[in-house]
């Protein structure tokens, strides 16, 4: 599916951590306007912190900074 940033600035992460406040695994951030593929992961350590994304390279990111613009064939 196709995922568009929608924050000004959002962390992108080497794991769904279990609290915001976990920052050893932000390896970068992308920007308002950031449109990238992903699908959403289903395990994650916290329900509570709402949906992640993890994009083709093994990235992740929280789904309230993200807005789902399109699904893909490819993506089922």
């Known amino acids: 599916m196709k995922l568009?940033?929608?924050v000004n600035k959002l962390n992108k992460r080497s794991k769904?951590?279990?609290s915001f406040a976990e920052k050893d695994n932000v390896i970068g951030v992308v920007m308002k306007g950031f449109?990238?593929?992903?699908?959403e992961v289903t395990n994650v350590p916290n329900p509570?912190?709402?949906k992640?994304?993890?994009d083709r390279s093994g990235a992740f990111y929280w789904g309230g900074g993200l807005l789902v613009t399109t699904n893909t064939s490819a993506e089922k």
């Open 4 to 6: 568009l940033v929608i």
């Open 48 to 50: 509570a912190m709402g």
């Open 52 to 54: 992640w994304f993890v």
């Open 35 to 39: 449109v990238f593929e992903g699908k």
């Open 16 to 18: 769904v951590p279990a």
